[in-house]
């Protein structure tokens, strides 16, 4: 159970309840109520209080997975910035992050897509690792947009250059909410297709990618729906790859494709 979190009379997230408690303790950055969690400094302060009292959190065991990347808050409705905090505080508070994701595709002699690179996590990743993922997949820090996130990601995770991303297609922007180990995951992923040409193999500069497999489009759709034994795809990797196999036609089942579309938001920034 989670209640509503805010800043400037803003609902920017949620917070568990079973936090409350905890937050209780911090009377000087937080007013803790039963039916929500509002953050008292404004101004300058605002980003020194969340760094303060995620330190805290953080020593608690209650923010797991710290990155020392920045993220910003924003208001849902206008994404305007409120705060900016540490990456792995986003999930405790429910607040909107972003990701950005490419269908790394091959395409055959008619210039239909019959391939997806699929990438698969490194086993010893801190989130799902050891599961697929998409040709290129990470989040948008503050002070990115997330084109910019996807060539930095393509280079260290693929070792793409930022030529090759030239004829990049912007795809659909997903909404994915739901519970996490973290907290609660609240991301828009903005969703790219990057046509790669045959021979050319992706090579992960960073140590985050185990390797990938260039896999016809029926399996790696398999891969995505959960129907590959001793195989899985991460939430995040999958939605993105059914949506591209819906915006190229490749999708033919309509249940799934209308769960697809109800992912979809309206582009902003």
């Known amino acids: 159970m ?12 949620s917070v568990a309840r079973a936090h409350l408690a905890h937050l209780a303790a911090h009377a000087d950055l937080v007013a803790v109520a039963d039916d929500g969690v509002t953050w008292l400094p404004d101004g300058a302060r605002r980003d020194a209080g969340f760094a303060r009292l995620h330190h ?5 065991g209650l923010i797991r997975g710290w990155r020392d990347e920045t993220y910003a808050v924003v208001d849902p409705a206008t994404l305007r ?15 909107l992050t972003f990701g950005a994701h490419a269908n790394g595709h091959v395409c055959d002699a008619a210039g239909q897509p019959s391939h997806l690179w699929i990438a698969q996590r490194s086993p010893t990743k801190a989130t799902d690792p050891g599961l697929f ?3 290129v997949g990470g989040g948008v820090p503050h002070g990115q947009t997330p084109t910019q996130a996807l060539v930095r990601e393509a280079w260290e995770e693929a070792g793409l250059l930022p030529h090759e991303l030239q004829h990049v297609h912007p795809g659909s922007v997903l909404s ?9 995951q609240h991301e828009w992923l903005y969703g790219y297709d990057v046509e790669l040409p045959a021979g050319r193999v992706p090579q992960n500069q960073d140590g985050e990618v185990a390797g990938f497999t260039l896999m016809p489009v029926a399996e790696a759709l ?7 034994p001793g195989a899985a795809m991460t939430m995040d990797a999958a939605w993105v790859t059914l949506d591209f196999a819906l915006r190229h036609g490749l999708l033919h089942d309509e ?3 209308a769960q697809v579309q109800a992912h979809r938001v309206v582009r902003q920034g």
């Not at 989670?2 to 997230?13: A, C, H, L, T, Y």
């Not at 994915?176 to 609660?184: A, H």
């Not at 398999?222 to 590959?228: D, H, N, T, W």
Request: without cysteine; charged residues 25%; proline residues 4%.
């Open 2 to 13: 989670r209640v509503p979190f805010r800043i400037d009379g803003i609902e920017v997230g």
């Open 56 to 60: 805290t959190l953080r020593a608690q």
């Open 81 to 95: 910035v409120l705060a900016r905090i540490e990456r792995a505080a986003s999930r405790f508070w429910g607040t």
């Open 133 to 135: 993922d998409n040709l």
């Open 176 to 184: 994915l909410q739901r519970q996490v180990p973290e907290g609660w």
């Open 222 to 228: 398999a891969l995505a729906r959960g129907r590959v």
């Open 255 to 257: 249940a799934l494709a």
